[in-house]
């Protein structure tokens, strides 16, 4: 199985918006070399509607003392999010949709 390292977004703030029906929040330029650690594009569940806002990838566990290790916690599997501590509230508190319609995967499988 790939990892995603990489991707990128293309699509223009009017499409993503129309297609998530979520107001953005700030404005959303295309980029084509997402990576960890710098600023994305999430749909969140505001209230009773969606918005677009900008956020750094990366998990910062609860036990981080230092929020650079974020860029380290950047994939869960789905087959252990429950099992681990670190992945078990953000799962089931605070998820987002991560609009995309490129990615780069590394390799080996």
């Known amino acids: 199985m790939a990892r995603c390292v990489l991707y990128r977004l293309l699509s223009t703030e009017e499409e993503v918006s129309e297609f998530f029906e979520a107001e953005p929040t700030e404005e959303l330029p295309p980029r084509y070399n997402m ?47 429950l099992d681990e501590p670190s992945l078990r509230e953000p799962f089931a508190e605070r998820r987002c949709l991560v609009p995309a319609d490129g990615v780069y995967p590394t390799f080996p499988f």
Not at 50 to 75: C, E, Q
């Open 35 to 81: 990576a960890p650690s710098q600023p994305v594009p999430v749909i969140r569940q505001v209230g009773s509607g969606r918005a677009i806002s900008m956020v750094r990838w990366g998990l910062v566990p609860f036990w981080a003392k230092d929020p650079s290790i974020g860029s380290r916690w950047i994939n869960g599997r789905s087959e252990t999010v």
